[in-house]
């Protein structure tokens, strides 16, 4: 078999024209003249539930309406007073097996793909992933236009910086998951939730 250094050579060689790379100086970043709009409208494309709500007070009610038949509720936020597991209190991520609903804190929206920047704020951050349907709460303020200026923002505090210096981790999430590598077969639930829903606490400013 081939080392790598063979192999690379092998499709280098094989390269008939040359290109200079592009600089990314020159690239500009997608913009839209509104973010939240936006935001919604790709969340919703990629599979997200997304509701809007008054205050964190609304968070179990809006769990209860979509979620009816949940018995396993896994949050370390004190809002969730549906919470049956503390994902901060658990002695492995083990114990989260069979959680129907995890609950965790986003710290900001991508308007560009409808993703959600989540930073280990728990011990055992499995349950972002082991949970079979995933809710992230953030406040709808927090929704920037793409990922030059997300990748910005998570260096600071306000966004969650500092829990992610803290524990090294930190995840951009995108609607529940899917794959359809497999026979062209679209699968959900095959490495993480099965359903995501996003709750966006309004700017009462």
Known sequence: MSTRKDIIDSCRSSIKTRYER????????????????????????????????????????????IYPDAMVIASNMKAVKKATVNPDEVAGAQALNHTDVGVVRAFLGVAENGSVWVPQTMKERDVCFISENLVAVMQAK????NMHEAYKKITEKEYGYEDFSESGYGVFIAGPSKTADIAQVLVKGAQAARGMTLILIKDKS
Do not use: H, M, R, T
């Not at 509104?34 to 539930?49: H, I, P, R, T």
């Not at 927090?142 to 236009?145: F, R």
């Open 142 to 145: 927090d929704v920037v236009g």
């Open 22 to 65: 592009p600089s990314l100086g020159d690239l500009e970043p997608v913009e839209y003249p509104d973010v939240l709009l936006k935001f919604v409208a790709q969340a919703e494309s990629v599979g997200c539930n997304v509701s809007f709500a008054e205050s964190e007070d609304e968070i179990d009610g809006i769990i209860g309406a």
